[in-house]
T-cell receptor, first 113, second 110 residues
Framework: EAQVTQNPRYLITVTGKKLTVTCSQNMNHEYMSWYRQDPGLGLRQIYYSMNVEVTDKGDVPEGYKVSRKEKRNFPLILESPSPNQTSLYFC????????????FGQGTRLTVV | RKEVEQDPGPFNVPEGATVAFNCTYSNSASQSFFWYRQDCRKEPKLLMSVYSSGNEDGRFTAQLNRASQYISLLIRDSKLSDSATYLCVVNPQGYQKVTFGIGTKLQVIP
């Protein structure tokens, strides 16, 4: 089954404690992306990647890091989380052709206290 | 100006009504357009692509107006199960990032 898998689904952490949210896809997609979704602000892109070792900033990259060492994985790293990073996070993947569908993971609800 | 703009709503409509949403985009080079549906706190899922000539899928009709740079989604005979947030998605030319609208919330009431 084609899918994007995020882990964990729910996470409560404390300010400053480094964390990683994993994202893995089994569709051999080149494009992967991270979004955060906040009430009234919609989906905002954090980082995206066109292929292995190719990453670029989205609209709200501050406080986040990503890596793309393998095609299937695109982890999101918060080196020093802060309460303003409390949000619902989605990972997505798609093929590079512009008319292809994006598939989303089930989301990670992060709370930073 | 935002790259993709949508009226966030909410649109409260009675069952059986017809409702339409618009989404405007700023990049005239945009090539591909989609409507996604998102249920509360769940991941967005593709509802339908939007083709230049317009396309229909059951009660749903999507249209593209390149001259005025907007796409639309029409839902006929609204069902309670149509209650969700509808996101428009614009893919620019080439391989650049995918841009989502803020989403329009639809609430179908009995």
């Amino acid at each position: 089954e084609a899918q994007v898998t995020q882990n964990p689904r729910y996470l409560i952490t404390v300010t400053g404690k480094k964390l990683t949210v994993t994202c893995s896809q089994n569709m051999n997609h080149e494009y992967m992306s991270w979004y955060r979704q906040d009430p009234g602000l919609g989906l905002r892109q954090i980082y995206y990647s066109m292929n292995v070792e190719v990453t670029d900033k989205g609209d709200v990259p501050e406080g986040y890091k990503v890596s793309r060492k393998e095609k299937r994985n695109f982890p999101l790293i918060l080196e020093s989380p802060s309460p303003n990073q409390t949000s619902l996070y989605f990972c997505a993947s798609k093929g590079l052709t512009s008319n292809t569908e994006a598939f989303f993971g089930q989301g990670t609800r992060l709370t930073v206290v | 100006r935002k790259e993709v703009e949508q009226d966030p709503g909410p649109f409260n409509v009675p069952e059986g009504a017809t409702v339409a949403f618009n989404c405007t985009y700023s990049n005239s080079a945009s090539q591909s357009f989609f409507w996604y549906r998102q249920d509360c706190r769940k991941e967005p899922k593709l509802l339908m692509s939007v083709y230049s000539s317009g396309n229909e899928d059951g009660r749903f009709t999507a249209q593209l107006n390149r001259a005025s740079q907007y796409i639309s989604l029409l839902i006929r005979d609204s069902k309670l199960s149509d209650s969700a947030t509808y996101l428009c998605v614009v893919n620019p030319q080439g391989y650049q990032k995918v841009t989502f609208g803020i989403g329009t919330k639809l609430q179908v009431i009995p």
